[in-house]
């Protein structure tokens, strides 16, 4: 099973070529997702050669194989993680039962609006850095730009893959919708709010990677416990592009900090408008960047107390990261969550809810704990450094949109204040014109093999053992 057959018009392991009248439908929807990949993917580098990964098995050994690719000719196609004999269900109300293989009826819709918000991400992300490969800081930064852009690519097959495979016409209509929405689009846009927003720079590129990939990590590994198993399984091996995302994310924000310390120790300052006349990235200025980023990301969680979340529990749809290992109560039929919610009044007040319901709340919080492992380590740097400048993640109060906290004016410990308040202190939380206009201006493209823009350090080491100064994308 493990093995990819790229033999087939589409790289799959699932024995595509035993079901036709599958094969034939996603063989119509390929030339779209090619033509959509044209018109929205990274089009203007269609004709360079890309050092790219390409699964080809499943397996610890098979996943990683490294070639030079053009862009179009990736075989993108469908990549089910093995199957696990005898998986039971590991949540909700049928605890303990065997695993479906089919979507039961009554769950039909439930199932196929998670897939379909999960699949409408996918292509998102690459309509949002449509633009980032002309203003690239390196070679190695532009390869690992495609890499992510070509597995996101990647991602929306395999949820198309489930919509046609198990939800018959409802399904293909779904995945031709899948390339219709478009990022920003003003009449057909994106299904989630961080998906809408523009990436026009690599400083949010990195953001978007550090934390919008890292809601992909959670929202996977949920979707990982589903009881539905050809989900799950698929979601599985996902996980295991989604982490070469992060790295980007987190190796890019921790390189630029890295350079912007070198320059601070140059000049002997830590003024913001001295670096920058050095062309670094200041802290203050990263730190509202990452406000901006984690604060939208958050609302991709929902509402704290959501009925779709005690829903898609209970009946076994969606479960909780690394369920088995790190929750002893599978069931969560009696116990409650407690959460801080404004009481209408400008001050905060405790709510309880039943815990199936608070399971959005759960995710998030284990989201927050993790995106804080990166700031700990790049505070680790600044300190050594010898600055007492600390990054700091916002409240989850901050900024909302969606959930209780939304629209309600917090300052960035999550204090309630007044609207005036919130509007005049915002250009000191959040990246102002300027501070865009600022980093726009560094966007200028480096494509010498080994050199890099001034505002970010070069890696620590090159891909798969190649050295730094390898030429990973041939641009000429
Ligand atoms: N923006 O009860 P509620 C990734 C909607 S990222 C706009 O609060 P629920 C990736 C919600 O859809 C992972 N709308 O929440 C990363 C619902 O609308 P409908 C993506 C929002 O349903 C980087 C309504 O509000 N995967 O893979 O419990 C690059 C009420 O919903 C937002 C998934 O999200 C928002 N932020 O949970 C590439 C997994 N938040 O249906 C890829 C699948 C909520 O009533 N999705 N709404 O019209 C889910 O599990 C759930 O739909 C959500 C929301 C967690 C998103």
């Known amino acids: ?265 140059e000049i002997g300052s830590d003024d913001p408008e001295a670096i920058r006349r050095r062309g670094a990235v200041d802290l203050p200025l990263l730190q509202r960047y990452l406000n901006y980023w984690f604060s939208s990301s958050l609302d991709l969680f929902g509402s704290e107390v959501s009925s779709n979340a005690a829903t898609t529990f209970a009946s076994g749809i969606k479960g909780r990261p690394d369920e088995t290992t790190q929750y002893q109560d599978h069931v969560c039929a009696d116990s409650t969550f407690e959460s801080d919610v404004p009481d209408g009044r400008g001050g905060v007040t405790k709510d309880t809810s039943p815990m199936r319901n608070a399971m959005n709340e759960v995710l998030r919080d284990a989201y927050i704990k993790d995106c804080e492992i990166g700031l700990k380590r790049w505070n680790m740097q600044i300190k050594r450094s010898g600055h007492n400048f600390e990054l700091k993640l916002p409240s989850n109060r901050f900024r909302r949109a969606i959930g209780a906290w939304a629209n309600i004016p917090t300052d960035l410990e999550g204090r309630p204040i007044g609207r005036e308040e919130y509007e005049r202190r915002m250009p000191g939380w959040l990246p102002s014109a300027s501070d865009r206009g600022y980093v726009n201006s560094l966007m200028q493209r480096v494509v010498e093999p080994g050199k890099m823009a001034a505002w970010i350090a070069p890696p620590d080491r090159g891909i798969n053992n190649l050295p730094v100064d390898y030429e990973y994308v041939r641009v000429n």
């Open 1 to 265: 099973m493990s093995n990819i057959d790229y033999s087939d018009k589409i790289p799959n392991n699932v024995n595509l070529s035993n079901d036709r009248t599958l094969q034939r439908a996603l063989e119509h929807w390929q030339p779209r997702f090619l033509d959509w990949w044209r018109e929205m993917g990274p089009n203007d580098f269609a004709s360079v050669d890309v050092y790219l990964r390409t699964a080809v098995g499943v397996d610890a050994q098979g996943w990683a194989h490294y070639g030079t690719v053009k862009m179009p000719d990736y075989r993108w196609g469908i990549f089910l993680a093995d199957p696990i004999a005898n998986r039971t269900i590991g949540f909700g109300d049928s605890f303990g039962q065997p695993v479906w293989q089919q979507v039961p009826g009554e769950f039909r819709s439930q199932f196929r609006r998670l897939i379909v918000t999960q699949g409408d991400t996918e292509p998102a992300s690459v309509e949002q850095q449509h633009r980032l490969g002309h203003t690239c800081p390196s070679l190695y930064d532009l390869r690992n730009l495609f890499q992510i852009n070509v597995e996101e690519g990647r991602h929306l097959w395999a949820m198309v893959y489930i919509l046609h495979a198990y939800f018959g016409r409802d399904g293909r209509e779904e995945a031709e919708e899948l390339l219709a929405r478009h990022s920003g689009d003003v009449d057909k846009p994106r299904i989630l709010g961080t998906f809408n927003e523009p990436i026009e720079d690599w400083l949010s590129f990195f953001c978007f990677c550090y934390f919008t990939d890292r809601d992909g990590k959670f929202q996977l590994k949920s979707l990982a416990e589903s009881s539905f198993d050809p989900l799950a399984r698929t979601c599985r091996f996902m996980l295991t592009e989604e982490a070469h995302h992060m790295f980007v994310g987190e190796t890019g924000l921790g390189r630029i900090v890295r350079r912007t310390l070198e320059v601070m120790k």
